[in-house]
């Protein structure tokens, strides 16, 4: 296919609608962080910038090759997932007790967040591989291990949230390879019995299988005001934040954002950034523009030639809705604070390449779906 072919076949709302995303939360980065390095007003802004220009120019390649390419090379790109989330145990750096990051002299490196992207590419080729195995029990189980062991090094770091997603993202690539419901259901009772189990049982033995904060951190969403000063602080003035917003939200009298109230402004609570700032038509806004995101990649999981396209689009889609929904969940009080960054609007390097790379991967589905015929089977 040729380059105008392939500008031919591009997705330009799905297009629109991550350049939208990705806009609005640069302009919140930098109102959130203006005044927090002193001379340097778009120090974090122009950071972020730099991340998207990187992330886009990756795009626009991933689109341009056939993913049907990936697939010859699953177990390959599985191994370079797992060793370098193992890696991390050896020379990542520690910050607030975990260890996620490998420090390169330009970037920090987050495996965790680039396997997401390999995950789904990896789980998806090992399920179509095995169309002949859908409906038994035995390809379930087997996809559940191909997955636990990338999921629990990342878990160990710890890193509950990212973990969580991985689950997740397993969960949906099942749902979209045809696995029957009778599987998910049991899979369900056996999740809600290990964490009676987790929280109920290995406590009294005197076992701490989850991490002290982790605990105090679900203590918290069960009861907010358990301790407002300490370990409730960051929900509490994430909720004061955005109902402070109000319907057109405080523009530059958004004191809890200004006075360094509102924790994390440019990471995990950036959605009450944008609450107390841009009130709820900034937020409608920003879901409008997620709502025409996860339509083009649920349209693309439907429009794909084959199944790997259809399986990877459709874990794609539930992926980013699990995060958008955990992510602002948290801020508003119905989700526990787990640290799931908001796709493309959160400050962080990692999230935002592999975000935009998992949108190149959406984009070669959508131009090898809707290339001519004749294009087509010259391929082949």
Not at 21 to 50: F, K, L, N
Not at 64 to 77: G, S, T, V
Not at 168 to 173: C, G
Request: charge should be neutral.
């Amino acid at each position: 296919m040729g380059w105008r072919g392939y500008l031919r076949h591009l997705d330009y709302l799905l297009l629109a609608a991550t350049l939208g995303v990705v806009a609005v939360g640069i302009a919140v980065v930098y109102s959130a962080t203006y005044q927090d390095v002193e001379g340097q007003p778009g120090y974090y802004a122009v950071q972020q910038g730099v991340y998207a220009a990187v992330g886009l120019l990756v795009l626009l390649v991933l689109a341009a090759i056939d993913y049907e390419h990936y697939r010859r090379w699953q177990w390959a790109l599985y191994g370079a997932m797992v060793l370098s989330i193992a890696a991390v145990y050896v020379v990542g750096s520690v910050t607030r007790g975990s260890r996620r990051w490998i420090e390169l002299p330009f970037f920090n490196f987050q495996p965790s967040q680039f396997g997401l992207l390999l995950l789904t590419i990896c789980l998806g080729a090992f399920l179509v591989d095995r169309m002949e195995l859908l409906g038994s029990r035995r390809i379930t189980a087997e996809a559940l291990l191909y997955a636990a062991v990338p999921g629990a090094l990342v878990f160990f770091q710890p890193d509950f949230g990212t973990a969580s997603v991985y689950a997740v993202l397993t969960l949906a690539l099942l749902y979209f390879y045809g696995t029957r419901w009778t599987h998910f259901a049991v899979l369900g009772a056996a999740a809600a019995g290990a964490a009676a189990f987790v929280l109920g049982v290995l406590p009294r033995l005197g076992i701490e299988f989850i991490k002290e904060y982790q605990m105090e951190r679900l203590l918290v969403f069960v009861d907010p005001g358990r301790d407002p000063s300490g370990s409730g602080y960051n929900i509490v003035q994430s909720t004061i934040a955005i109902g402070s917003g109000a319907l057109t939200g405080r523009g530059a009298e958004a004191t809890q954002t200004a006075f360094d109230f509102l924790p994390e402004h440019h990471t995990d609570f950036i959605f009450a950034v944008i609450g107390e700032r841009y009130g709820f038509v900034g937020a409608c806004v920003l879901l409008a523009l997620y709502g025409l995101l996860l339509w083009r990649a649920l349209r693309i999981a439907t429009l794909s030639r084959d199944m790997y396209g259809s399986i990877m689009a459709g874990g794609i889609a539930v992926m980013f809705l699990f995060q958008m929904f955990v992510n602002i969940g948290m801020t508003i009080g119905i989700m526990p604070v787990t640290g799931i960054p908001l796709p493309f609007v959160s400050y962080g390097g990692a999230a935002m390449i592999t975000f935009l790379m998992m949108v190149g991967l959406l984009q070669s589905i959508h131009v090898r779906a809707t290339a001519d015929p004749r294009e087509r089977r010259a391929r082949r």
